[in-house]
């Protein structure tokens, strides 16, 4: 945010383009498909040619460069158009945060697991991503880190002691689904809340 009201729309998007744009073009039309022909052709001892099989084009890592690239650039229209004016929002109580959580849950569980654009895990990692995405700006334009560290201890301590129990929720889930070569889908609803308790911590 802060980027953007210095510099204005024109130089904010024209930084964008340079640290995450360039890099990502950089990846996804040059070092990918040289690091995947080099790779067969040398280590695997493939007789690939480079750009075979549509293979000019790679995807790889830098997808969330990708990603911010976009979201900036979206942010950076949206705040121009209106007016540059901050939408204040009260700092939520941490039952709203975990609320959102359970809502990121039954997103991951209820959205599919095709790729969507850049995003290999489909539809539900993009929700994720814009909704903390969104989530990160609000916290910087009206201040929510300063509350976050006036918390009360017993909540920061309820966050903590939550975050561990979900996190070894989620092992145990996925053990036991590995174990019995069934389904793990119930492990996306403890994530959406185990998402936001870290990110609180």
Known sequence: PGSLDKKGLREFLRDRVKRLGLPAVAWYVALGPLLAFLSARVVMGVP??????GMWLIPGPPWFVVVLFFFCGVYGFVQTADGGTPCKIAFPRVSTFLSVGVLLGLVNISLGDAPFFVFMGGAKQFVNSAVFFW??????????AQHLEQLPVRALRFLRALTLLLGFLIWLLVAVAFRNDVSDTQVGVVQGVFSVAVSLT
Do not use: E, S, V
């Not at 690939?48 to 099989?53: I, K």
């Open 48 to 53: 690939l040619q480079y750009g075979q099989h």
């Open 135 to 144: 989530g990160g700006i609000a916290a910087r334009r009206n201040g929510w």
